[in-house]
């Protein structure tokens, strides 16, 4: 398998220019199933999770065309039929997100059998919310063998769904079904991140009408059919804060482009307590550090606007080097600290106690061979061996490809010293 090597201690310099957001992406492209006409989405992201749900759409009657277009990569995806309303454990298991055809495919066609995605690294992540939102809008579910029979005869009705919390993968899910069910449907206490907003607007150009997509509430009136529509997918805020961090980590002055800084302020707010320089332009922003030791904040992950538990690790890796004990509290998964342990393989002095991190700030980080189990984590490692001494080495990049496109040329653009090792098929890492 693949490596990232990294020889630390180059400051960056330059322009990194922003894909868009994977998490869009992948809701997107589940939206085309829910229309017989072509949908064209712009600014793709071309990554590994993005071909995935490519594959699983082929299966299930899509045809996926792949272009270059003016304004980036582009997708066509047309789904003339449902030829198959079936999503099996092995796809399922390998992109969580592939769970969300589930909702689409019962609304276009009445039925379908979809995988449960089971846990992952960095939680039990139950799908429980988006049972039960499918459940409120008609959907007769049963659950045999790690499999969700649902139907809809007459197909979905409209109904009122209050989440008991905050679930971005539940309210996409419930949007993707209500847009096609009879009459209005009412979510309460939705997520309101971009990503939520973006699919809101494509299924508004599809014909869809969603209204409060950003609010808590969010109001849909079911419509008979959706049209194809074309959408610029929203640029990805993870990999802005993520590059935002690399650039305060490193030092030096990096301005990211083909984004916006609207979408990171609570993480903007916490770079500029520890004394990074961040000024934003209507393109995106300008991270700038010149010396001077980082200070330790203390911060809390929330739902969208407060501090993203995506961006989490990232910041962690930052706070190995400041000037004190920052204390990082996760509230949104319960097992998502995987990260402080390779980290305190380059030297950093974190301890994790439940869902809090302390972290004590270290004066320098040496490099090592590291590992991580989740993408988020994996990319906090190549954050730290940019400013440790040494060469850190990171392997299963396979992680990184999920979720960023170009993750080394966009980095050695700006100065660092960073190469991927090629590793021999089936081998082990
Ligand atoms: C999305 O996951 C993102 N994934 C995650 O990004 C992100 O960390 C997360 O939202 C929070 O922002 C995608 O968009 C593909 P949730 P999702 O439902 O939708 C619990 C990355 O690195 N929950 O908002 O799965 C759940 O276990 C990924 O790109 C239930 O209990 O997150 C968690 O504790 C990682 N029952 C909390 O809610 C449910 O039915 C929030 O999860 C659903 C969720």
Do not use: W
């Given at each position: 398998?693949?490596r990232i090597a990294i020889m630390g201690g180059a400051r960056l310099q330059g322009?990194i220019?922003?894909?868009?957001?994977?998490?869009?992406?992948?809701?997107?492209?589940?939206?085309?199933?829910?229309?017989?006409?072509?949908?064209?989405?712009?600014?793709?992201?071309?990554?590994?999770?993005?071909?995935?749900?490519?594959?699983?759409?082929?299966?299930?009657?899509?045809?996926?065309?792949?272009?270059?277009?003016?304004?980036?990569?582009?997708?066509?995806?047309?789904?003339?039929?449902?030829?198959?309303?079936?999503?099996?454990?092995?796809?399922?298991?390998?992109?969580?997100?592939?769970?969300?055809?589930?909702?689409?495919?019962?609304?276009?066609?009445?039925?379908?059998?979809?995988?449960?995605?089971?846990?992952?690294?960095?939680?039990?992540?139950?799908?429980?919310?988006?049972?039960?939102?499918?459940?409120?809008?008609?959907?007769?579910?049963?659950?045999?063998?790690?499999?969700?029979?649902?139907?809809?005869?007459?197909?979905?009705?409209?109904?009122?769904?209050?989440?008991?919390?905050?679930?971005?993968?539940?309210?996409?899910?419930?949007?993707?079904?209500?847009?096609?069910?009879?009459?209005?449907?009412?979510?309460?206490?939705?997520?309101?991140?971009?990503?939520?907003?973006?699919?809101?607007?494509?299924?508004?150009?599809?014909?869809?009408?969603?209204?409060?997509?950003?609010?808590?509430?969010?109001?849909?009136?079911?419509?008979?059919?959706?049209?194809?529509?074309?959408?610029?997918?929203?640029?990805?805020?993870?990999e802005?804060g993520t590059y935002a961090l690399a650039a305060a980590m490193a030092g030096g002055e990096v301005?990211l482009?083909?984004?916006?800084?609207?979408?990171?302020?609570?993480?903007?707010?916490?770079m500029?307590?520890a004394?990074v320089?961040?000024?934003?332009?209507?393109?995106?922003?300008?991270v700038k550090r010149n010396g001077?030791?980082l200070?330790?904040?203390?911060?809390?992950?929330?739902?969208?606007?407060?501090?993203?538990?995506?961006l989490?690790a990232q910041f962690m890796a930052l706070m190995t080097l400041a000037?004190?004990?920052?204390?990082?509290?996760?509230?949104?998964?319960?097992?998502?600290?995987?990260h402080?342990?390779e980290l305190?393989r380059l030297g950093a002095?974190?301890?994790?106690?439940?869902?809090?991190?302390?972290?004590?700030?270290v004066e320098t980080l040496e490099g090592a061979?590291v590992?991580a189990?989740?993408?988020r984590a994996s990319v906090s490692l190549v954050i730290a061996g940019l400013a440790a001494r040494g060469e850190t080495v990171v392997?299963?990049v396979?992680?990184l490809?999920?979720?960023f496109?170009?993750l080394e040329e966009k980095l050695g653009a700006c100065g660092a010293d960073i190469r991927r090792?090629?590793?021999?098929?089936?081998?082990?890492?």
């Amino acid at each position: 398998m693949d490596r990232i090597a990294i020889m630390g201690g180059a400051r960056l310099q330059g322009e990194i220019p922003i894909s868009g957001a994977k998490n869009s992406a992948i809701k997107l492209m589940a939206a085309s199933l829910l229309t017989d006409e072509p949908l064209r989405l712009t600014n793709m992201p071309r990554l590994a999770d993005t071909r995935f749900l490519g594959r699983l759409l082929q299966r299930l009657g899509t045809e996926v065309v792949e272009s270059a277009g003016p304004d980036g990569a582009e997708t066509l995806l047309t789904t003339r039929e449902i030829m198959s309303g079936f999503a099996p454990y092995d796809l399922v298991r390998q992109m969580r997100a592939s769970f969300n055809v589930l909702g689409p495919l019962l609304a276009r066609t009445g039925q379908a059998k979809v995988s449960l995605p089971g846990g992952c690294t960095i939680g039990a992540r139950p799908v429980d919310l988006h049972l039960k939102a499918l459940e409120a809008l008609g959907a007769r579910i049963d659950l045999h063998e790690g499999y969700v029979y649902a139907q809809a005869p007459g197909g979905l009705r409209g109904g009122e769904i209050e989440f008991p919390f905050v679930s971005v993968g539940a309210t996409e899910h419930a949007l993707l079904a209500a847009v096609l069910a009879r009459g209005a449907t009412v979510l309460r206490n939705s997520a309101q991140e971009p990503e939520i907003t973006d699919l809101a607007d494509c299924l508004n150009k599809m014909g869809a009408k969603v209204e409060g997509a950003g609010t808590a509430t969010i109001r849909v009136q079911g419509v008979e059919r959706l049209t194809g529509a074309s959408h610029a997918v929203l640029p990805d805020r993870i990999e802005t804060g993520t590059y935002a961090l690399a650039a305060a980590m490193a030092g030096g002055e990096v301005r990211l482009t083909r984004t916006r800084s609207d979408f990171i302020e609570a993480l903007i707010v916490k770079m500029r307590e520890a004394g990074v320089e961040v000024t934003p332009h209507p393109d995106g922003l300008t991270v700038k550090r010149n010396g001077g030791r980082l200070k330790a904040v203390e911060l809390e992950t929330d739902p969208f606007p407060g501090f993203a538990t995506d961006l989490q690790a990232q910041f962690m890796a930052l706070m190995t080097l400041a000037d004190g004990e920052s204390v990082i509290r996760e509230t949104i998964f319960e097992n998502r600290f995987m990260h402080a342990p390779e980290l305190g393989r380059l030297g950093a002095d974190i301890s994790v106690h439940g869902g809090e991190a302390r972290v004590r700030g270290v004066e320098t980080l040496e490099g090592a061979q590291v590992m991580a189990t989740d993408l988020r984590a994996s990319v906090s490692l190549v954050i730290a061996g940019l400013a440790a001494r040494g060469e850190t080495v990171v392997n299963r990049v396979y992680h990184l490809d999920r979720g960023f496109e170009r993750l080394e040329e966009k980095l050695g653009a700006c100065g660092a010293d960073i190469r991927r090792i090629k590793g021999d098929a089936g081998e082990d890492d």
